[in-house]
């Protein structure tokens, strides 16, 4: 038996190395038809079937496996392309037209974010008219209840308030949003729930500012946003007045910044889907 299998295996040898011996000469049409008969000779043997069969069978494995990772490539190409697509409709996306609304996701199977486009999209919400608006908004209800009152007041007061409060906006949306969840492999979105009772929704839209949704699509804690606030607070103590500064001003930091990161989901949640401007259509990947 052994005997017949090594023959078989040097029959299928010669049977791949004559192709190759074909055409390395220049053989009249005589010699290459007593060629293919002896190719299909070969292969018609019990041995010759025995070794192209053992062979296929050794190689079959790798096949499989070559094929799987093929179709895993394409998939991830294409969920790409589709976060591609879906970060710019985001981009674009405000509540009645107005309000920036772009970490809003609704799109509940949407590509997690490159390193790339984190950074991308903290500095579009960040730097965007409107935030810079409720900045300045914010400090002049601070200097109209004089709080902070190391800063004074007139223009000078109200320049130092500005610039604390755009500080503490951009600081917390970078760590929060960018620099945090690449580092931890967190996605900074809210996921639109849109269906369900009016407690689920509710739960949902609160327990976002708790939970989120990892960049593999496990649901974690969400490190990023309170790392990210504890650590704005922290930079905060750099330029606030000193009967201000101290723990006591991380703590209240980190706190606003989860109050608002929690309103703003439910505003998110319940405000009507068709009130944001450059929504995916339904059944966009």
């Known amino acids: 038996m052994k005997i017949r299998s090594q023959f078989g295996w040097a029959a299928l040898a010669a049977l791949l190395m004559i192709p190759s011996a074909w055409a390395q000469g ?58 591609a697509s879906t970060l710019s409709d985001e981009e674009k ?19 997690p974010l490159t390193w790339k486009q984190k950074f991308a999209l903290a500095t579009r919400g960040t730097f965007d008219p409107v935030a810079l608006l409720g900045v300045g908004f914010a400090a002049g209800i601070e200097q109209a209840n004089n709080s902070f009152a190391g800063y004074g007041q007139g223009g000078a007061g109200y320049g130092k308030r500005f610039a604390a409060k755009f500080a503490d906006g951009r600081s917390s949306d970078y760590l929060t949003h960018a620099i945090f969840p690449t580092l931890l492999h967190q996605d900074p979105r809210y996921y639109y729930q849109g269906t369900g009772s009016f407690k689920s929704r509710l739960l949902h839209a609160v327990g976002s500012a708790f939970l989120t949704r990892s960049d593999s699509g496990r649901t974690e804690p969400n490190y990023s946003y309170v790392l990210g606030d504890m650590c704005s607070g922290a930079l905060s103590n750099l330029y606030y ?18 109050a608002g990161r929690v309103g703003g989901n439910i505003l998110r949640e319940f405000l009507p889907k068709h009130s944001t401007t450059n929504v995916p259509r339904e059944g966009t990947p």
């Open 26 to 83: 220049s053989a009249a049409a005589p010699e290459k038809i007593g060629i293919l008969n002896m190719q299909i000779a070969i292969t018609s043997t019990a041995e010759g079937k025995q070794a192209s069969s053992e062979l296929q069978a050794q190689f079959a494995p790798r096949q499989a496996e070559l094929e799987t990772t093929r179709k895993q490539i394409e998939d991830i190409q294409t969920r790409l392309r589709n976060g």
């Open 93 to 111: 996306q405000r509540l009645v037209g107005v309000l920036p609304n772009f970490y809003t996701s609704y799109v509940p199977d949407a590509a």
């Open 241 to 258: 007045p000193a009967a201000n500064r101290g723990a006591h001003l991380v703590f209240s930091t980190a706190a606003v910044g989860l």
